[in-house]
């Protein structure tokens, strides 16, 4: 049976599935749920795409998952306990998320994308750009991995960002990995 304790512990996402049942989310001022009574069970190492036009509810889905959302209705299972008696921190902690919109701030391309990781040694965070597909273009900025973005500094293409927001991802080495349309700005290559 589900466990509701004021204070759960955090369910570790390498071994706990994650379970909506029934949830609904509904928005104010809009006359149908973004999601509506919605079941699903996604288990640990299982990969999932969620495809749909415009408004079919794909982001919200990631916003319940992510926490920045609540169900309206419904109840959000991890490994048996209500995702509601859990920490929000620790539960987000455990998810990299590369956003619709990425984001970098100011500083170098080496910080932004060790803030999926801080402390990360510079192996490792070349490492992740590499997996992300986003070394070469680095490496080709006027000062590399050191080269600094932000105002009066390098301004990249959407689809860079996004690259760098995907190796920041990767270098968090979190055990669940959520993308939000993550790849819609990069070439077919």
């Known amino acids: 049976p589900p466990q509701a304790s004021p204070r759960a512990l955090v369910p570790d996402l390498r071994s706990a599935a994650v379970r909506l049942d029934g949830v609904t989310v509904a928005y104010p ?8 009574r919605l079941s699903l069970t996604i288990s640990p190492g299982e990969l999932v795409v969620l495809t749909g036009p415009s408004g079919a509810g794909k982001t919200t889905l990631l916003r319940l998952l992510l926490r920045f959302t609540e169900p309206a209705s419904g109840t959000i299972y991890a490994a048996g306990t209500d995702l509601a008696a859990v920490p929000v921190d620790p539960w987000r902690a455990q998810i990299a998320w590369v956003p619709q919109h990425p984001r970098l701030f100011g500083g170098s391309v080496a ?3 060790a803030l999926g990781r801080p402390g990360a040694s510079r192996a490792a965070i070349e490492d992740a750009a590499r997996l992300a597909g986003a070394a070469a273009f680095v490496e080709s900025l006027p000062r590399g991995y050191d080269t600094l973005l932000g105002e009066r500094a390098v301004v990249l293409s959407g689809g860079q960002k996004q690259r760098l927001c995907l190796a920041r991802a990767v270098l968090a080495g979190a055990p669940v990995l959520v993308l939000d349309e993550a790849t819609s700005n990069l070439d077919p290559e």
Do not use: C, E, V
């Open 29 to 36: 001022g809009r006359d149908l749920p973004a999601l509506a």
């Open 111 to 113: 910080g932004n994308i």
